[in-house]
């Protein structure tokens, strides 16, 4: 059962946590974490991509000359796709790209994730982090002692107000409840602060 360090926001010891080998000691799945990052990546794509078939070019439908005797290659409009400024064939057109990925897929990449954080040594879990001011730098006084590195997750359970306000604004900081960590936003990453409660919420719903 793996073990990590439990602080608080001072960054004074205060015990140690063990935590489920089942969620946070599970064997990492590379495959599975691909599939989860990929299917969360296309679900963030707008698809508002659209090109002009030859029926939207701008443009005149007339014949621009008689079929026969003219020596030319026969040709009907100058909205034709093979002329400059024509229609495009078959180009990219608004779609929804976003597709559905199996839930003990998604749990599963969730684990693999969770468990590569712990044995990289990037899981800091914190006994409470309830602020008592929502003040970015009160957020980023009590972040300095963790040495945390280029970018931060903050997960915490539960409706914390001042936290989420507080991380908002400091780049390279993220702020999640425990409900919508993902796989993606783990990997993202490089150092994850979690609550205790998060963690055992977290446990509570990954667990096999």
Same mark, same amino acid.
């Given at each position: ?31 599975? !974490? ?10 963030? =794509? ?6 002009? /078939? ?6 005149? +439908?007339?014949?621009?000359? @008689? ?6 290659? =026969? ?8 002329? =400059?400024?024509? +229609? ?62 280029? /970018? ?15 991380? =908002? ?9 425990? @409900? ?27 667990? !096999?």
């Amino acid at each position: 059962m793996p073990k990590v360090d439990l602080w608080n926001l001072k960054h004074e010891k205060v015990g140690e946590l063990d935590l489920n080998s089942e969620v946070f000691g599970a064997e990492v799945n590379q495959a599975l !974490l691909y599939e989860a990052v990929r299917h969360h990546l296309a679900g963030l =794509r707008a698809g508002t991509h659209s090109t002009k /078939t030859r029926d939207r070019v701008a443009g005149s +439908g007339k014949k621009l000359w @008689k079929q026969k005797g003219t020596g030319r290659a =026969r040709m009907g409009s100058i909205r034709s796709p093979i002329w =400059r400024h024509g +229609g495009t064939v078959h180009g990219p057109q608004p779609r929804d790209y976003s597709y559905r990925l199996n839930k003990k897929m998604i749990a599963g990449a969730l684990r693999s994730a969770l468990s590569d954080k712990v044995a990289g040594n990037q899981l800091a879990v914190v006994e409470s982090l309830a602020l008592d001011s929502h003040k970015t730098r009160d957020f980023r006084a009590a972040l300095k002692p963790f040495e945390a590195k280029r /970018t931060v997750l903050v997960v915490d359970s539960g409706d914390n107000r001042n936290l989420m306000l507080g991380t =908002r604004n400091m780049k390279g900081v993220e702020f999640r409840h425990s @409900k919508q960590v993902n796989a993606y936003d783990l990997l993202l990453h490089d150092t994850v602060i979690m609550s205790q409660a998060a963690v055992r919420n977290l446990e509570e719903a990954l667990a !096999l």
